[in-house]
């Protein structure tokens, strides 16, 4: 006998017993189960670049502005740093600045909270429109499922970050089963301010990454330029954070172009 559980909706369940099912009503119902993990272990597709200028490096005084050259220029993402001056020594923007900049763009602001109690920031963020909310692996361990339940019912996607120094095997129960996030943030630099240099030994997590969850999104931030992206690519990192190396050249469509043909470049030969 098996058990026969049927989601109706979003808070329905319906459960039934089958006695004795014949071996294609077993086979057709592991396929279903196994199909709602949506980080799967076959590559079934290629993941799209996603280029996420860091607006930590833009011009404050004019963020809209800011905001809407980077888009203008083929930028997929906006990348929105949130630091609390506790998690990490600097204190940058909260939610009020993401409630005022969501009036001028229907950019995704990929939000990224280095935070110590980011279960407090949930409801804030939703109503101000936060696109995605990434929260730290390291202070989230006791309420992260609580935590991307939140975040998924304000109608965001949920996503987690890891220092250089967090192992990669703390991230893993948070991609796994009903309740999982939808992105890996691993970061190629200390937390807490930009302009840092790239740590190429932080790509060992993406392949890792890219080997155990290939339809997964990950994403890389610090450091990342011209002179960086083709060993971030070739990891298996696809969405990309690049402050410095966007603002600070002559030509930021150029740069953002570069990144994605290189992540492109990759995906198609990995």
Same mark, same amino acid.
Not at 177 to 201: A, H, I, R, S, Y
Not at 203 to 226: F, Q, W
């Given at each position: 006998?098996?058990?026969?559980? #049927? ?17 294609? #009503? ?11 993990? !949506? ?19 833009? $011009?404050? %005084? ?6 809407? /050259? &980077? ?40 939000? !990224? ?16 429109? %936060? ?5 730290? +692996? ?9 935590? #991307? ?9 949920? =996503? ?33 301010? =930009? ?7 932080? &790509? ?5 990454? /890219? ?9 890389? $931030?610090? =450091?990342? @330029? ?16 690049? @402050? ?10 150029? +740069? ?15």
């Amino acid at each position: 006998m098996i058990k026969l559980v #049927v989601v109706v909706g979003r808070n329905r369940i319906l459960t039934t017993n089958i006695i004795n099912p014949p071996p294609t #009503v077993v086979g057709c119902l592991l396929t279903s189960t196994q199909s709602q993990y !949506h980080h799967s272990t076959s590559k079934s597709k290629m993941v799209s670049a996603k280029i996420a200028p860091s607006m930590l490096s833009s $011009d404050f %005084a004019n963020l809209a502005s800011e905001a809407q /050259r &980077m888009v203008n220029l083929g930028a997929d993402w906006l990348h929105m740093d949130i630091m609390d001056g506790h998690f990490v020594p600097n204190l940058t923007i909260g939610a009020p600045v993401i409630e005022s900049l969501r009036k001028h763009t229907k950019a995704y602001l990929d939000c !990224h909270l280095m935070v110590t109690n980011p279960l407090d920031y949930v409801d804030a963020f939703g109503k101000a429109g %936060a696109s995605g909310f990434t929260f730290h +692996v390291e202070v989230s361990k006791d309420n992260w499922q609580e935590l #991307v339940k939140q975040i998924k019912s304000k109608g965001m996607r949920p =996503g987690v970050a890891l220092k250089p120094g967090t192992p990669v095997e703390e991230v893993y129960p948070l991609l796994e089963g009903e309740n999982c996030v939808e992105m890996v943030l691993v970061m190629t630099v200390e937390p807490g301010f =930009g302009g840092q240099k790239f740590m190429p030994d932080t &790509m060992s997590k993406v392949r890792t990454l /890219r080997e155990k969850y290939p339809n997964l999104d990950i994403e890389v $931030d610090g =450091g990342l @330029g011209p002179s960086t992206i083709e060993t971030a690519a070739a990891a298996g990192a696809n969405c990309i954070v690049a @402050g410095s190396s966007v603002f600070g050249a002559p030509e930021p469509g150029q +740069v953002i172009s570069l990144l994605r043909t290189s992540v492109n470049k990759a995906q198609k030969t990995g």
